[in-house]
């Protein structure tokens, strides 16, 4: 068989230039699939780093995108984003119980300052800021407090109805609110939250208390004090009745109603309590009795008897507070247990006044001799019989009427007598002087 012949370098050459080409997209195919996997893994990331959330225009209507959408929610749904012109007639009226309060208008994205009396009409919201209080009345009958960073959006659920007098309804996308119903015969109002809704109802008696609440997780919570609530949530439903909670998850994932927790009993002040403000505002002791479970309290103060506007309003781990900042005025404070994030029945409201005073907290002491003989000296005083009395940093008794003595031992030569009085909010008297004892 004959050779075969030698292969041209010409043939040889294009066949390196083949192999040369199929290498090159060989690698740039590998590298088009390695920067298409680490692309899908970077937005795999970011998915988990940062959830998707609702659109702009979802914000705008008040309406969420993310979760199952239970059956009920489909008519406030589409009542939002319909372009129904519902916004002609005012729906609600908003208060500003404190500053840092905005308004935006229904269908715009700039938020403005909010001032008490404006009018908010279908779509329209309402934001508090971290020392922002507001609320807003849908009529005489139905009243809903907006509390510390909270964003709602205001819904006309009867748009055929009159605008004032008949209940509507409000989305609540974060923070916590308290809703009244004050009136028998009148409409549930509903409440939208991330993963369901609340229809609140009046109890037989025409009062009806809620709370409700948004977390950050788009978890809700819902209490109830007075009256009834139906929770829905995917297509379940439960009625959450007088002194129970429940709480919907981010899944729309619906808790057995369970009791929250009772009231405490207050301890002191007394009821109808008068302190005096002198040179400086009174320190004034709350107390009440613990609570089983409970792992915070809540104690209110405000001059009206619904809360509205508070001057006090703190959450505490002990059964007490001491406070030093209230004016003159009346006022009316009470307590509730908080447990898991729940707050519960408040107690029984009780009254205190803050009342003007001139002068120093009395104390009269009488005057000792110029020179005492012996180391004994005999302390006899008056002061206000509420008050507490030291001698020389010791604690004496004071009688009804205010008197008091007390026996003091001298060094020889000059002592400094020290008297001082204490009275219930804090304030003090002293009175002091030189005494020459000789023995």
Same mark, same amino acid.
């Given at each position: ?62 309406? !969420? ?57 279908? !779509? ?110 995917? /297509? ?14 981010? /899944? ?20 109808? @309590? ?14 009440? @009795? ?7 309290? !809540? ?18 781990? @002990? ?29 029984? @409201? ?49 009688? !009804? ?39």
């Amino acid at each position: 068989m004959a050779p075969h012949p030698a292969a041209r370098p010409g043939e040889v050459t294009g066949r390196s230039r083949l192999s040369g080409i199929g290498k090159l997209l060989l690698e740039v195919l590998v590298a088009i699939v390695m920067t298409l996997a680490c692309f899908s893994g970077f937005l795999a990331f970011l998915s988990v780093a940062f959830p998707p959330g609702d659109d702009l225009r979802t914000l705008m209507a008040g309406v !969420r995108l993310t979760g199952q959408r239970d059956a009920s929610n489909l008519g406030l749904g589409a009542g939002l984003l319909d372009p129904i012109e519902s916004a002609s007639s005012s729906v609600a009226k908003l208060t500003v119980r404190r500053r840092d309060v905005k308004r935006r208008l229904a269908g715009q994205i700039a938020w403005s300052p909010a001032a008490s009396g404006l009018e908010l009409h279908d !779509r329209d919201a309402v934001q508090t800021g971290p020392a922002g209080r507001a609320s807003i009345d849908f009529g005489r009958a139905v009243g809903v407090q907006l509390e510390e960073n909270a964003l709602v959006v205001v819904s006309g659920l009867h748009l055929g109805s009159d605008p004032i007098e008949s209940p509507r309804g409000l989305v609540l996308l974060q923070g916590n609110l308290l809703a009244q119903i004050r009136g028998s015969g009148e409409e549930p109002i509903s409440v939208e939250i991330p993963a369901g809704r609340a229809l609140l109802k009046s109890a037989p008696g025409g009062k009806a208390d809620f709370r409700i609440g948004v977390r950050s997780d788009r978890s809700a919570s819902v209490a109830v004090l007075d009256g009834s609530l139906e929770l829905a949530a995917n /297509g379940r439903r439960v009625l959450v009745g007088p002194s129970q909670f429940s709480r919907v998850d981010p /899944g729309g994932e619906l808790l057995e109603p369970r009791p929250i927790p009772r009231a405490p009993a207050v301890e002191e002040p007394a009821d109808e @309590t008068s302190v005096p403000y002198l040179d400086l505002p009174p320190r004034v002791t709350f107390r009440w @009795t613990p609570i089983e479970g409970a792992d915070r309290y !809540r104690i209110r103060a405000a001059k009206d008897p619904a809360f509205r506007e508070p001057v006090l309003d703190e959450i505490v781990t @002990t059964p007490s507070l001491t406070w030093g900042r209230l004016a003159v005025g009346s006022y009316h404070w009470n307590v509730a247990a908080i447990q898991d994030e729940i707050e519960g029945v408040p107690s029984a @409201t009780r009254r205190l006044a803050v009342t003007r005073e001139e002068g120093l907290l009395p104390l009269q002491v009488e005057a000792p001799p110029a020179q005492i003989d012996g180391s004994r000296y005999v302390v006899h005083g008056h002061a206000d019989p509420r008050a507490r009395v030291y001698v020389m940093a010791q604690r004496v008794e004071v009688n !009804r009427e205010g008197s008091f003595e007390a026996e003091i031992h001298l060094k020889a030569g000059a002592n400094v007598l020290l008297v001082e009085a204490v009275d219930p909010a804090g304030h003090s008297s002293y009175w002091s002087q030189v005494l020459l004892a000789k023995f």
